[in-house]
């Protein structure tokens, strides 16, 4: 990202392609969200005077706010994007980036140490906080616990102290974070609900809303008690319904290929998790796994099983109707399996990783160090399998990779009366 629009055609014309210009604007976080179209990793390059830097500042925390990963790249004096690569080219350019360009945190704290900064106690703890007020930006919890560590790393023999004092001001800096938010969330909303009270009809005109007759909102009832006492439904997370799914409707091919990829934990819901439980037991023991035999157990496998079934072919059943289209049911029940078993790993990770940020904030010093290796651990495991397609992530069955047309041939499944 650089400032003007002859950097951005100066670097082009050099070999540099992926390179934008904020062009004299503020950097808004709906410009960032495009970005990330692209990629996560944002590299920042802004003139080093004064509007520059304002500019750098600004950018940095709405590009952290959007979840994006800021490193900057601070240019020789006297030199822009435009005049650097016409006096030293694109390679050269792209050397500078990769020995130069850092992450904002050790960018900051780099700068202040080469201004002298960081010598005065004052300026010292005014840009410790500053930095900590970028990393309040970022919305996920494991990124900040990672970013404050590191600023602990590159702040520690100025403070001479632990990294218990950097949490508690992130906290209170995330606490105010919060109260602004709410804030400007009441101000929205009173702001929207001025406007709807201008924009209503005036009373007994023929635009004003039909009034509920007294008698239909008083009634009360049997049925009505009953209706309000009912539970709550429960919206079971969908990733996980078509896991059990595919074991209940493909067999044991299925069953062996989800059971060696899949355990218990992955499941949030318990009730699914207890249906896989018992459709891996009965497969291990080689007895019946079927729609017909769960439809006849006890509660509440019955009730889920509608659930399940209902969930996969009523929206596409209505679609083909609708399209003309021939509603052909799974006809890659392997490629299926991947893609509902890809999110169910994923918000695993992510549950773990929520455990572990609980676990942290009342944790000693030694125990929130392993604890903040295991989420970095977590973390890549996270964005490994966010990187990957479902394809990727889970090797073919050995019966697919001896015969790739063995797919359709195996996993084949007809409904009742489809001859």
Request: no cysteine.
């Amino acid at each position: 990202l650089v400032e003007g629009y002859t950097d951005v055609i100066s670097m082009y014309q050099h070999g540099i392609k992926n390179v934008v210009a904020s062009s004299g604007t503020s950097l808004t976080p709906g410009q960032i969200r495009i970005l990330q179209r692209y990629g996560n990793r944002i590299v920042m390059i802004y003139d080093s005077d004064a509007a520059g830097q304002k500019a750098m500042e600004r950018g940095i925390n709405i590009a952290l706010a959007e979840g994006m990963e800021v490193h900057l790249l601070e240019l020789p004096d006297g030199e822009d994007p435009d005049s650097f690569v016409k006096q030293f080219g694109g390679e050269s350019f792209l050397d500078l980036k990769k020995k130069n360009a850092e992450d904002f945190v050790t960018f900051t704290i780099m700068k202040a140490e080469r201004g002298g900064v960081m010598e005065r106690p004052g300026d010292r703890a005014a840009v410790i906080n500053k930095v900590l007020e970028s990393i309040a930006q970022m919305p996920d919890e494991i990124q900040r616990q990672v970013f404050v560590q590191h600023l602990h790393q590159k702040t520690q023999k100025y403070r001479k102290g632990s990294d218990r004092e950097l949490f508690q001001q992130l906290e209170k800096l995330l606490a105010e974070k919060k109260r602004q938010d709410e804030r400007s969330r009441l101000r929205s909303q009173r702001q929207e609900q001025g406007r709807n009270q201008q924009s209503q009809p005036e009373p007994g005109s023929m635009n004003q809303p039909p009034q509920m007759p007294p008698s239909m909102a008083e009634e009360r009832g049997p049925a009505a008690e009953e209706m309000r006492e009912e539970k709550p439904f429960v919206k079971r997370p969908k990733f996980e319904m078509e896991v059990i799914r595919l074991l209940l409707l493909f067999g044991k091919p299925m069953q062996k290929f989800i059971g060696h990829n899949v355990s218990e934990d992955h499941f949030e819901d318990e009730d699914l998790k207890a249906f896989y439980m018992d459709i891996m037991k009965r497969h291990v023991e080689e007895q019946e796994v079927s729609v017909d035999h769960y439809s006849n157990r006890e509660k509440p496998y019955p009730s889920l099983l509608g659930d399940i079934l209902l969930e996969r072919f009523a929206p596409s059943e209505k679609h083909a109707k609708a399209t003309g289209n021939e509603f052909k049911k799974d006809k890659y029940p392997i490629k299926t399996a991947k893609s509902s078993m890809k999110p169910l790993r994923l918000n695993f990770y992510e549950r773990k990783r929520r455990s572990l940020t609980e676990e942290l904030k009342n944790s000693s010093d030694d125990k929130r160090i392993k604890l903040v290796q295991m989420m970095t651990k977590i973390q890549r495991e996270i964005s490994r399998i966010q990187k990957l397609s479902a394809d990727e992530l889970f090797d073919d069955p050995d019966f697919l990779k001896e015969d790739p047309d063995a797919g359709e041939k195996v996993f084949q499944y007809k409904m009742k009366g489809e001859g």
